[in-house]
C-alpha cells in the first residue's frame, strides 16, 4: 500500500493506506462474497458503507428523531481499526464463511505494510497490534 497522511480539521494528520489497483479489484470481490452473508446481521439504523442505504438517509432518520427525542448521543472511536484484535477480527469472519480465498485475502491485507513518500515501510495492522501501537 502506499501511505499518505490526510490533514484533519484539527490541524493534524491521519495516516491513511492505500490499496494498489489489484487489490481493490480483489476488495471488491471479496465484498461481493460476504456482503449477502453478513448484511442481515446489521442493525436496520446502520447506515454505513450499506447496500441501499446513504448519508442522506441517515440524515432523514436523525431528523426525525431530532424530533422525537430531547438529547443526542455522538461517540468517535478513537483510532478503532488501528486498535483492533486481528485475531478476534478473523474469528468473527471465520463466523460467516470458512472459504479459503476469502480469509487468505483478508489476512493479506491485515498484513499489509504501507511504503511513505520517505520510503519507510510501516508494520500493517497486525504488525502493530503485535509491538502493543
Same mark, same amino acid.
Given at each position: 500500500?502506499?501511505?499518505?497522511?490526510?490533514?484533519?480539521?484539527?490541524?493534524?494528520?491521519?495516516?491513511?493506506?492505500?490499496?494498489?489497483?489489484?487489490?481493490?479489484?480483489?476488495?471488491?470481490?471479496?465484498?461481493?462474497?460476504?456482503?449477502?452473508?453478513?448484511?442481515?446481521?446489521?442493525?436496520?439504523?446502520?447506515?454505513?458503507? /450499506?447496500?441501499?442505504?446513504? &448519508? =442522506?438517509? +441517515?440524515?432523514?432518520?436523525? #431528523?426525525? %428523531?431530532?424530533? @422525537?427525542?430531547?438529547?443526542?448521543?455522538?461517540?468517535?472511536?478513537?483510532?478503532?481499526?488501528?486498535?483492533?484484535?486481528?485475531?478476534?477480527?478473523?474469528?468473527?469472519?471465520?463466523?460467516?464463511?470458512?472459504?479459503?480465498?476469502?480469509?487468505?485475502?483478508?489476512?493479506?491485507?491485515?498484513?499489509?505494510?504501507? /511504503?511513505?513518500?520517505?520510503? &519507510? =515501510?510501516? +508494520?500493517?495492522?497486525?504488525? #502493530?497490534? %503485535?509491538?502493543? @501501537?
Amino acid at each position: 500500500m502506499r501511505g499518505v497522511d490526510i490533514p484533519k480539521d484539527d490541524g493534524k494528520t491521519r495516516p491513511l493506506g492505500i490499496p494498489t489497483v489489484a487489490d481493490r479489484v480483489a476488495q471488491m470481490v471479496v465484498k461481493r462474497f460476504l456482503e449477502p452473508l453478513l448484511e442481515p446481521q446489521f442493525h436496520k439504523d446502520s447506515y454505513g458503507y /450499506r447496500p441501499g442505504k446513504s &448519508a =442522506l438517509d +441517515a440524515v432523514g432518520m436523525a #431528523r426525525q %428523531r431530532c424530533w @422525537r427525542h430531547a438529547w443526542v448521543l455522538d461517540l468517535d472511536i478513537r483510532a478503532f481499526f488501528d486498535n483492533i484484535e486481528t485475531n478476534l477480527l478473523m474469528r468473527a469472519v471465520r463466523k460467516h464463511t470458512n472459504c479459503p480465498w476469502v480469509l487468505m485475502y483478508i489476512e493479506r491485507w491485515l498484513k499489509a505494510r504501507c /511504503r511513505w513518500r520517505t520510503g &519507510a =515501510l510501516s +508494520a500493517g495492522l497486525e504488525g #502493530r497490534r %503485535r509491538v502493543g @501501537r
